[in-house]
């Protein structure tokens, strides 16, 4: 059987979703050479898998069941909008959550640590809880991406004026399997991880 490509993520809640779309259709409207993420698909990964061999499924099930048992649910809140790496050369458009207990950090990490001891790499990179919004594109020829300024200049004043928090409660964690087709990816759940009131 083929691999799955797979990944841990949290599911932000419709209400959320729609001050995202907000957020979104503001940053449209620069004319960015960007691929736009469908608010559908938008949500908070806490560890990329990768390939896996579907044999393997019930194994990271069974250790996420144990790893989660004793998180009881949290709040997160939108922050700020960003880009990555920087406005300089951006590449990815965000915006950030805040967890003002510091549980989705511990969380982040035990996860990490439970899935190197299955054999996946731990990620080099620092945890930095982020909504995707957009990949910015740079055209052939063209080294920085188009309306550089205007993005620069647009983040400055959305931070300026505030995002809407939009608290939600996060009561479960995902395995989802990501298809990557001509028209986007498919997400399919293949595990839901309740946590613990």
Same mark, same amino acid.
């Given at each position: 059987?083929?691999?799955?490509?797979?990944?841990?993520?949290?599911?932000?809640?419709?209400?959320? @979703?729609?001050?995202?779309?907000?957020?979104?259709?503001?940053?449209?409207?620069?004319?960015?050479?960007?691929?736009?993420? /469908?608010?559908?698909?938008?949500?908070?990964?806490?560890?990329?898998?990768?390939?896996?061999?579907?044999?393997?499924? $019930?194994?990271?099930?069974?250790?996420?069941?144990?790893?989660?048992?004793?998180?009881?649910?949290?709040?997160?809140?939108?922050?700020?909008?960003?880009?990555?790496?920087?406005?300089?050369?951006?590449?990815?458009?965000?915006?950030?959550?805040?967890?003002?207990?510091?549980?989705?950090?511990?969380?982040?990490?035990?996860?990490? /640590?439970?899935?190197?001891?299955?054999?996946?790499?731990?990620?080099?990179?620092?945890?930095? $809880?982020?909504?995707?919004?957009?990949?910015?594109?740079?055209? /052939?020829?063209?080294?920085?991406?188009?309306?550089?300024?205007?993005?620069?200049?647009?983040?400055?004043?959305?931070?300026?004026?505030?995002?809407?928090?939009? $608290?939600?409660?996060?009561?479960?964690?995902?395995?989802?399997?990501?298809?990557?087709? $001509?028209?986007?990816?498919?997400?399919?759940?293949?595990?839901?991880?309740? @946590?613990?009131?």
């Amino acid at each position: 059987m083929a691999a799955l490509r797979t990944f841990i993520a949290i599911d932000v809640p419709p209400a959320v @979703l729609d001050t995202i779309t907000r957020i979104q259709n503001r940053f449209k409207s620069l004319g960015l050479h960007a691929s736009w993420v /469908k608010p559908g698909n938008i949500h908070l990964t806490l560890k990329f898998l990768g390939d896996t061999d579907p044999d393997r499924i $019930p194994g990271i099930q069974k250790k996420l069941t144990e790893t989660l048992a004793p998180f009881a649910p949290f709040q997160l809140s939108l922050s700020s909008a960003g880009v990555f790496p920087n406005t300089k050369s951006p590449r990815v458009l965000w915006v950030g959550l805040k967890d003002e207990e510091g549980t989705l950090e511990t969380l982040q990490t035990v996860i990490e /640590k439970t899935l190197e001891s299955a054999g996946f790499p731990m990620d080099q990179r620092s945890f930095s $809880p982020h909504l995707t919004l957009a990949r910015i594109k740079s055209p /052939k020829g063209i080294k920085s991406p188009k309306g550089k300024k205007e993005l620069k200049d647009e983040l400055g004043a959305a931070n300026q004026e505030g995002i809407a928090p939009n $608290p939600f409660d996060v009561g479960e964690i995902k395995l989802y399997e990501s298809q990557l087709t $001509p028209k986007g990816s498919i997400y399919t759940v293949l595990a839901n991880f309740k @946590l613990n009131p």
